[in-house]
């Protein structure tokens, strides 16, 4: 079940991962986390988006 966003947040899904975020045009913020989340939630969603990318093309995603 999605969270209930404040006033003028919205959430998309990332094409890529698949993985839910976050924005606010008014503040020109977008994260992982919903707003409100606990600190360290994004590091969450990190770790499922590289598993989920391992899963899909066998592969940690490039860097750099």
């Known amino acids: ?12 899904v990332d094409p890529e991962t698949q993985l839910p975020y ?11 986390e919903p707003p409100g989340a606990p600190p360290g939630s994004a590091k969450v969603m990190s770790a499922m988006a590289a598993a989920k990318i391992e899963e899909e093309f066998g592969g940690a995603p490039a860097s750099g």
């Open 22 to 32: 976050y924005h606010c045009t008014a503040l020109g913020a977008t994260q992982w």
């Open 1 to 12: 079940m999605a969270p209930v966003l404040p006033d003028g947040w919205g959430r998309g």
